[in-house]
Nanobody, 117 residues
Framework: QVQLVESGGGLVQAGGSLRLSCVAS????????MGWYRQAPGKQRELVAT?????NYANSVKGRFTISRDNAENTVYLQMSSLKPEDTAVYYC?????????????WGQGTQVTVSS
């Protein structure tokens, strides 16, 4: 089992920045993905960024958001810059373990990000 605790959400004006943090309760192999998803009201949860054997970003955040990991601290960060009102959502931390197995997904409780225009 893995418990994930997120922090760093809040209210920010358009064009501003926020940094989200997520701490896992145990170490995560670097080849397994840690990342961020978001869910806006009335919409499905969507991938924002993941970091594992490769790094992936949603097209909508490329060039504005940066994901990073500190494996020694079991932490993943999401630095968000040039925020837009459409970035408003609940942001969820995710750990996807596939090695050495079995495949497991863990989720944090979510942190609200609100971007005002």
């Amino acid at each position: 089992q893995v418990q994930l605790v997120e922090s760093g959400g809040g209210l920010v004006q358009a064009g501003g920045s926020l940094r989200l943090s997520c701490v896992a309760s145990r170490s995560i192999f670097s080849r397994n993905a840690m990342g961020w998803y978001r869910q806006a009201p009335g919409k499905q949860r969507e991938l924002v960024a993941t970091s594992g054997s490769s790094t992936n970003y949603a097209n909508s955040v490329k060039g504005r958001f940066t994901i990073s990991r500190d494996n020694a601290e079991n932490t993943v960060y999401l630095q968000m810059s040039s925020l837009k009102p459409e970035d408003t959502a609940v942001y969820y931390c995710n750990v996807h373990e596939s090695w050495p197995g079995p495949v497991m997904d863990y989720w944090g409780q979510g942190t609200q990000v609100t971007v005002s225009s």
